[in-house]
């Protein structure tokens, strides 16, 4: 039964996800919150836009925006359209709450300022990232262990040190030195592991590129984006992930935090530019 009157705008779209499932999760996440509603992709782009910020007290994004995939076919980046682009500047240095999580941090390709707002990119081909290029991103699906290392951190609130997932694990571009640690990966980062995203999508599986730059082992972290406070949660591939208790507890907290006053205030405390361009 709700608590209290917070409600929550879930993003989908893009990238296919078990809905029952996650609703599911989002049931026992939101389960002290009035509502989650759900908005689809492209529709929702519209909603997120600065005149909408407070309209809910955190929006959580699960979707793949400006990026086309389809199995078997090349992926298609898609260039932002101006005042979609002016929406989420608008929206971010406004300032609101937002969750992303797992594909979530392959949106918009063709927009560096969107990585530096979320903390990092999965690119599904390669491309450039900041000037420099990139190959496609790695992926792998196993059980790994992840590690609390920020404790005293109220996302971090409720779990164990130390916890199993049985997820997909990424190896691709993380801006270590803009972002909070929260949880660390123990998985085993060996490139032979992890199988390219571009050639997945196209139909030929093959390991991840040899020169491809090393991954991060921080796959959970809290930053501003703008003057919005930010949670990247890299784990939420699918039903195992969604009905695990600790992964329901992370989102909970992490929905939570990032609709309090004292996010708000720290996000505004230590404010970040959001490019345009």
């Known amino acids: ?44 782009r519209r909603l997120l836009v600065a005149d909408n910020v407070g309209r809910w007290d955190a929006i959580l994004l699960h979707d793949i925006a400006g990026l086309e995939l389809r199995r078997g076919s090349e992926p298609v980046v898609q260039s932002v359209a101006d005042d979609v682009r002016d929406g989420l500047v608008g929206m971010l240095t406004t300032g609101q709450g937002i969750v ?41 699906i196993g059980s790994h262990t992840l590690d ?21 694990i990424y190896w691709c571009p993380v801006f270590d030195d803009e972002i909070t640690p929260l949880l660390a990966s123990r998985a085993e980062l060996r490139r032979e592991l992890f199988t390219d995203a571009y050639t997945a999508v196209i139909g030929s599986e093959a390991s991840l590129a040899i020169d491809h730059p090393p991954s991060s082992r921080t796959v959970a972290w809290a930053k501003s984006a703008g003057r919005s406070p930010l949670v990247y949660l890299q784990p939420g591939h699918g039903p195992a992930t969604f009905a695990n208790r600790n992964y329901r507890i992370l989102v909970a907290n992490a929905l939570r935090w990032v609709a309090s006053p004292s996010a708000h205030l720290w ?11």
Not at 13 to 19: N, T
Not at 101 to 129: E, K, N
């Open 1 to 44: 039964m709700a608590t209290s009157d917070r409600t929550v705008l879930v993003v989908t779209g893009g990238h296919s996800v078990d809905l029952a499932a996650f609703g599911e999760m989002l049931d026992a996440a939101c389960a002290d919150w009035a509502a989650w509603e759900h908005a689809v992709h492209p529709d929702a």
């Open 267 to 277: 996000a505004q405390a230590h404010p970040t530019s959001v490019a345009g361009r």
């Open 100 to 140: 992303v999580t797992h594909h979530s941090l392959a949106s918009w390709p063709a927009w560096d300022g969107w990585a530096h707002a979320v903390g990092g990119r999965f690119l599904y081909a390669p491309g450039r990232l900041n000037g420099v290029a990139y190959p496609a991103s790695g992926y792998r």
């Open 148 to 168: 609390v290392v920020d404790p005293a951190h109220p996302v971090c609130n409720g779990l164990p040190g130390t916890f199993e997932l049985d997820d997909e």
